[in-house]
Antibody
Framework: QVQLVESGGGLVKPGGSLRLSCAAS????????MTWIRQAPGKGLEWVSY????????YYADSVKGRFTISRDNAKNSLYLQMNSLRAEDTAVYYC??????????????WGQGTLVTVSS | QSALTQPASVSGSPGQSITITCTGT?????????VSWYQQHPGKAPKVMIY???NRPSGVSNRFSGSKSGNTASLTISGLQAEDEADYYC???????????FGGGSKLTVL
């Protein structure tokens, strides 16, 4: 069955860094764009970044541009998010999700369980 | 402020039908047939209930249906059940700088 398992979250001080990982299984990883979406405590969903199947297309939300870097390793069926210069407003549950390459416009069709990132001194 | 506008809360009694609206613009909801609806129970990941305005993924109850008129999309849940109590988010493809935009979410309470 499809599985997306995030890891790497935790407590970090403002200005610090964290690297999130997402391990994918149960589907052909290279058939999907991959994306990170976050949800601040008690708030709604916010798209963060996405990456195409071969990483030749990458987009970031303005709120993280220049601070976050998305990447993927198709050999390891893994997605990553390097987060630098973290701010309190980056505190959120970060979800890894997939979007089929044949219909990326339709949006993510499966999400992981999320990993909590807390930015606080 | 979210790009798409949803009511903060909706409620209904078991067996009734409810509709949640999602209002955007011609750059998102009105311009494309790529509206999705996600259900999120507390502490859980979002689950897609409707995609491409009115399509149901395999395994989703036919009590869930979607539609769109102009810049407003709607999710209707018929025959409400206690397990439907959750937060619901709409999402749309957009021609702006982000690929998808989300609504602020609607909390459904089954009375």
């Amino acid at each position: 069955q499809v599985q997306l398992v995030e890891s790497g979250g935790g407590l970090v001080k403002p200005g610090g860094s964290l690297r999130l990982s997402c391990a994918a299984s149960g589907f052909t990883f290279t058939d999907y764009y991959m994306t990170w979406i976050r949800q601040a405590p008690g708030k709604g969903l916010e798209w963060v970044s996405y990456i195409s199947t071969t990483a030749n297309t990458i987009y970031y939300a303005d709120s993280v541009k220049g601070r976050f870097t998305i990447s993927r390793d198709n050999a390891k069926n893994s997605l990553y998010l390097q987060m630098n210069s973290l701010r309190a407003e980056d505190t959120a549950v970060y979800y890894c999700a997939r979007a089929p390459v044949t219909s990326v416009e339709s949006g993510p069709d499966y999400w992981g369980q999320g990993t909590l990132v807390t930015v606080s001194s | 402020q979210s790009a798409l506008t949803q009511p903060a809360s909706v409620s209904g009694s078991p067996g009734q039908s409810i509709t949640i609206t999602c209002t955007g613009t011609s750059s998102d909801v009105g311009g494309y047939n790529y509206v999705s609806w996600y259900q999120q129970h507390p502490g859980k990941a979002p689950k897609v209930m409707i995609y491409d305005v009115s399509n149901r993924p395999s395994g989703v109850s036919n009590r869930f249906s979607g539609s769109k008129s102009g810049n407003t999309a709607s999710l209707t849940i018929s025959g409400l059940q206690a397990e439907d109590e959750a937060d619901y988010y709409c999402s749309s493809y957009t021609s702006t700088s982000t690929p998808w935009v989300f609504g602020g979410g609607s909390k459904l309470t089954v009375l």
